[in-house]
C-alpha cells in the first residue's frame, strides 16, 4: 500500500475562508441567499452550498432582483455593482478580500488623483471576477495584459502605472516590468506596484517542494480556477508524474501501478474535505489493487 500525504499548506485562502463563512453564517439563519457568481472557483464546493440554499447568479440576474440579500465573493466588484444594490434596495454581503479591497482602492486613488491621468495597466485574465472589480475602479479604462503580448497595447510615450492581479505570479509581473522598461520613452513615467497575495505566491516553493518529494501528485482544482493552474504547473515543472483533476472521480488506477509514495494538494480554491475524498478514493483503489 503506498503512502498518502495531503499537502497541509493546501486548500482555501483566507479570502475564500472568510466569503464561505459568511454565506454559511446566513444560511444556517435562512436558509437561502443570493451569491454573484460561484463563491469560490471549484464546482463541488458550489454544488455543496448550492444544497445548502446558496443561489448563484449573473449579473443580469442581480438587476432583475430586489429586496434580498446577495453576497459578494472574494474576488470582488466594480463600483457598478453597489450602485444596482442600492437602486434595487439589495442589501450586500460584502466578503471581497482585504487584499483585494485594497487593490481596488489603490487603483481608484491613482485613477481619480493623478495628473496627468497615466495609463493604468492589469498583469492579469481578462474576464477573471477579480480583474473586472479592479478595471471597473477606472470606468472600463485600464489595460488588461495577461503576458508580454498584450503590452502591445500600451502607448510606451504615457506615463504608465502597473498592478498585477492578486494571484499571478511574481515571475510573470518581474517579466511584464521589465519589458515596459526596455520599450516606454526615456521621460515615461513608470510606477509598478507588487500587489500579489504573499500568502498565495508563498505557496509555490513549499509546494514544488511537496512535489518532488511524491512520485505521484494529484492536483486537486476546479477548472476554472486560475490560481489552480498556476500551481498545478509548479508541481508539473518538478514532477512529471503529476495530474490535474476536479474530484476522486477523475483518478485512474493506472495511476498507481508500481507507485510508493502519493501526495494531494491543491488549489486556493480547493476545499479540504475534497482534498480528503480524493484521499480516501486512493486508499480504496490501493487496497483493491493488493
Known sequence: MPTIE??????????????????EEELANTGRLYCLGDIVHNSDEVERLRRNGLITITHEEMSRLHDVKVLLR???????????????????????????????????AAYDTERPRPQ?????????????????????????????????????NRDIFLYSQTTK?????????????????????????????????????????????HELILFVSGKKSSNGKILYNECLEVN????LISNEDEISSEWLS??????????TSTPRWLMERVKARLESIAENNG
Open 74 to 108: 472574494a474576488h470582488g466588484e466594480p463600483p457598478a455593482t453597489y450602485l444596482l444594490a442600492k437602486r434595487n434596495n439589495i442589501e450586500i454581503i460584502d466578503a471581497t478580500c482585504p487584499v483585494v479591497l485594497q487593490l481596488q482602492r489603490r487603483i481608484k
Open 120 to 156: 493604468i495597466i492589469i498583469y492579469g485574465k481578462n474576464g477573471h471576477a477579480e480583474v473586472n472589480g479592479l478595471v471597473g475602479q477606472t470606468s472600463g479604462e485600464a489595460i488588461v495584459v495577461e503576458d508580454i503580448g498584450g503590452l502591445d497595447k500600451v502607448d510606451f
Open 169 to 213: 505570479s511574481p515571475d510573470g509581473l518581474s517579466s511584464i516590468i521589465d519589458e515596459i522598461n526596455k520599450r516606454k520613452a526615456p521621460d515615461t513615467r513608470f510606477r509598478h506596484f507588487d500587489t500579489i497575495c504573499r500568502q498565495v505566491s508563498n505557496r509555490v516553493g513549499r509546494l514544488r517542494n511537496f512535489a518532488s518529494n
Open 258 to 267: 508500481g507507485i510508493g509514495s502519493i501526495g494531494i494538494c491543491g488549489a
Open 6 to 23: 495531503i499537502d497541509n499548506d493546501s486548500g482555501f485562502c483566507f479570502g475564500v475562508v472568510t466569503a464561505i463563512r459568511k454565506a
Open 240 to 243: 512529471h508524474n503529476t495530474h
